[in-house]
């Protein structure tokens, strides 16, 4: 078998379908054997990293894409995707075509090169933000190739594969590997279940908060029933929005620190004496800028290959075993009342767009297993708060937070399930970014209903901003529902100003959107902006102030 062969033999193997990329004169022969190959299909994206971003929102959906863009200039652009990728532990198997075997033996001076002679360069780059990097020969191929996906799988994390244009037609010349897969040390398992059942027969208040891991695991069904099980209430966080049902009489909110909206969600949270946290990463967004108070102490973390508790770690754990194992118990906790949330009540009147209403008409026409994509910015924190339905796929960056991510990742999405409904939540500076993978969403009929929040700027930038009056977040603007026309494509467009403008606009969408993609641009007021970036804002302050404080002391 050749290379080339073997490679997308291993793909097919992981369920995928869709390889997305660019064409380049190194990927040439790989592009041609993914042609023949007849099985799999190329999707001709506009750019590297809007290709690096769709197979990024493919793999949330399927659990694993694929990428293929040439040497150099190609992944290079691509950089910024797999660093997404690898930050948010998203699986995704990046494949650069690279110059003939000889010309790199000879360190031929090669055009897409630095000219230096040296061709392991971007793959130093990559080794820093991807979990197994390797470059391809015919003699490595049966073996690397296997393991780098095997290290996607386990650890969903991106994988970088290197292969000569040469070397993608040679004939393999080492045996195919199979990749022995981590098993947990059934000690520390053991172990691990004796102290977190202890844990619970002295615990009064127990909550439950699955996280980024259990997402992209698929582990959310089994933390429902968990919860379920044990009658305890769970909360979600930023990198976990989706992980599981929130129409749940256990739903007891979105925890955010002190952003939290809710402060009974908040008070629930970190007045708890045991967090059965899975998956959970601490970082910024997760915990509102770091203004949680959740006693280290009472943490139960539950991660890919370990568990923590308190401050004692249990390791070489995988993580489906641990949940298999988990000792739910028979205890007498009650669930507490169920919350208020937010954007329960929709209003009635009209008046000009604000996001004290529109939040609650997106939540009421949220459906069962709907995929919803948004943008890093004032989108991505105000549908945080809002409730999703069973079986609906989240998709927003909650730890890298690059601009321009939400388009790109959508088509992936559409790519990746064609029969379910994609709704896209995004702002007119990122659509600027990355506009032109609309067009390729209109060429490969997709059909998602997407919401563009017209602004006149990056209000969140502004709010984050302890500057007053700059000019830096403002841009041009366009005519955001007059983009179909310009990639020659029909779609349903309109443009809404109020309340009741939107409500009819949306109910025209969810009957348009079955034959055509559908765009609403919304016109808001330039600092229109959820409570929570309000609160947001506010808290900056005050960190900026006790810095300053700080500050002159020293003075």
């Known amino acids: ?72 200039v190609g992944e290079m652009s691509a950089c910024n995707a797999i660093a997404g990728a690898y930050s948010e532990s998203v699986p995704i198997i990046h494949i650069v075509g690279g110059p003939k075997a000889m010309m790199q033996t000879q360190h031929k001076l090669m055009h897409h090169t630095l000219l230096d002679g040296n061709f392991d360069t971007f793959k130093k780059v990559y080794d ?77 208040r127990p ?8 997402m992209h695991y698929g582990l959310g069904e089994q933390v429902e029933e968990l919860a379920q ?45 045991c967090v059965l946290a899975f998956g959970a990463v601490w970082n910024d967004y997760n915990t509102g800028l770091f203004t949680d108070t959740i006693d280290p102490l009472a943490i139960i973390n539950v991660m890919p290959n370990y568990v923590q508790i308190g401050k004692t770690i249990y390791p070489n754990i995988i993580i489906d075993d641990m949940i298999d194992a988990f000792p739910a118990g028979d205890h007498s906790w009650t669930l507490p009342q169920q919350s208020v949330f937010p954007f329960d009540q929709q209003k009635t009147d009209d008046g000009a767009l604000s996001a004290d209403d529109y939040y609650s008409q997106f939540q009421t026409m949220f459906r069962e297993r709907d995929i919803i994509v948004t943008e890093s910015g004032t989108f991505a924190w105000g549908l945080a708060e ?92 366009w005519d955001y529902d007059k983009l179909p026309e310009v990639f020659k494509h029909e779609a349903f467009t309109v443009q809404t100003h109020t309340t009741n403008e939107l409500r009819q606009a949306v109910a025209e969408a969810e009957k348009k959107c079955a034959k055509q993609l559908c765009i609403i641009e919304m016109m808001a007021d330039p600092m229109d902006a959820p409570q929570i970036i309000h609160r947001m804002h506010e808290t900056v302050l005050e960190m900026e102030n006790k810095s300053k404080g700080l500050l002159s002391v020293f003075k």
């Open 1 to 72: 078998m050749q290379v080339g062969e073997f490679l997308f033999e291993c793909l097919k193997n992981e369920n995928i379908t869709d390889v997305f990329g660019v064409p380049g004169d190194y990927n040439f022969s790989l592009l041609d054997q993914l042609e023949k190959d007849g099985e799999l299909n190329f999707v001709h994206c506009r750019n590297e990293l809007n290709a690096g971003y769709a197979a990024d929102g493919y793999a949330r959906v399927k659990g694993i894409g694929a990428l293929i863009t040439t040497f150099g």
């Open 229 to 273: 099980k044990m009658n305890v209430p769970f909360v979600t966080m930023m990198m976990g929005k989706g992980a599981c049902d929130e129409s749940l009489p256990n739903y007891a909110g979105f925890y955010c620190g002190k952003l939290s909206s809710n402060e009974a969600t908040r008070k629930l949270v970190e007045s708890s004496d």
């Open 207 to 214: 909550i439950i908060l699955p996280d980024v891991y259990a």
């Open 386 to 477: 809002t409730r999703l339905k069973k079986g609906v796929t989240y998709i927003t960056q909650g730890g890298w937070g690059a601009i321009g991510y939400a388009l790109p990742a959508a088509f992936g999405a559409c790519v990746a399930a064609p029969n379910r409904r994609v709704l896209l939540f995004t702002g007119e500076g990122s659509m600027q970014m990355n506009v032109q993978e609309l067009s390729s969403m209109l060429e490969n009929g997709c059909k998602p209903i997407i919401f563009v929040l017209n602004n006149k700027g990056y209000t969140i930038e502004k709010y984050i901003n302890t500057v007053k009056s700059t000019v830096y977040n403002n841009f041009p603007d």
């Open 128 to 204: 820093q933000i991807t979990a197994y990097a390797a470059a391809i020969t015919p003699e490595n191929a049966g073996v690397e190739i296997p393991n780098a996906i095997a290290k996607a799988r386990e650890t969903k994390k991106p994988v970088y594969l290197t292969i000569p244009t040469d070397v993608v037609t040679a004939p393999m010349t080492s045996r195919a590997g199979n990749p022995k897969r981590k098993k947990t040390d059934k000690a520390s398992l053991k172990e691990a279940v004796r102290m977190i059942t202890a844990r619970l027969q002295t615990a009064e």
